[in-house]
């Protein structure tokens, strides 16, 4: 595996389950990002982490749980969504300030 | 804080042809300028940057770009479209000295035979 991975790609669930999405980034990176992608609206960053310590939560609902075991993973966990969180959920893995790479993505629907 | 407008949500343009996506940053401090591309169904692949020195930076698949501070705009370019540069770009800036990225709502590039 090369760059930053993500998985699963396609996540339906209702409101009442729990789920996490996984991020991986293969490049040795010590910063990583979720980004939420909803149509027609910018990025809006969720969570950096840098050298797996939270340094910025950008007032992200509780309903979201980050975690960041080591500089190389980072999830996201979902518990009782609401139907307008269903987007595409981007992780991003940045040496320092440089350039961010982003992985595919999490395509979520939430019913 | 730093802002990014893009100006144009939908641009049509026939094969060959030159495009120009235009875009605008705010920001009170020292910016690194970025262009992305998002492909159907995939992430966001990085075009250019800027972060300092020449203010015309080239990316790849023979797209550039130009830094403006006077006129806080980093507008990208491409001289001829091909049929598989029909995608979403993404006008980005950051603070240099942190790791948010703002970005822009995203202008969408359709390429016609």
């Known amino acids: 595996e090369t760059g930053v991975t993500q998985t699963p790609r396609h996540l339906v669930m209702g409101m009442t389950n729990k789920k996490s999405l996984k991020c991986e980034q293969h490049?040795?990176?010590?910063?990583m990002y979720w980004y939420k992608q909803s149509a027609k609206k910018p990025l809006e960053l969720m969570f950096v982490?840098?050298?797996?310590?939270?340094?910025e939560n950008n007032s992200v609902p509780s309903r979201f749980s980050p975690e960041c075991p080591n500089s190389s993973h980072l999830f996201l966990h979902l518990h009782t969504l609401q139907p307008e969180d269903s987007a595409l959920y981007l992780c991003?893995?940045?040496?320092?300030?440089?350039?961010?790479?982003f992985g595919p993505g999490t395509r979520l629907t939430v019913l | 804080a730093q802002s990014v407008t893009q100006l144009d949500s939908q641009v049509p343009v026939f094969e060959e042809a030159p495009v120009e996506l235009r875009c605008n940053y705010s920001?009170?401090?020292?910016?690194?300028l970025f262009w992305y591309v998002q492909y159907p169904n995939q992430g966001l692949q990085l075009l250019l940057k800027?972060?300092?020195?020449?203010?015309l930076v080239k990316g790849i698949n023979g797209f550039e770009a130009e830094f403006n501070k006077s006129q806080t705009s980093f507008h990208l370019r491409k001289p001829s479209v091909h049929i598989s540069d029909t995608a979403e770009y993404f006008c980005?800036?950051?603070?240099?000295?942190?790791?948010?990225?703002?970005f822009g709502a995203g202008t969408t590039v359709t390429v016609r035979a």
């Open positions: 980005a800036v950051s603070d240099t000295n942190d790791y948010k990225l703002s």
């Open positions: 800027y972060l300092s020195g020449s203010t």
């Open positions: 982490y840098n050298f797996k310590e939270q340094t």
């Open positions: 991003a893995s940045s040496q320092n300030r440089d350039e961010q790479f």
């Open positions: 920001s009170s401090v020292s910016v690194y």
């Open positions: 490049l040795g990176h010590n910063a």
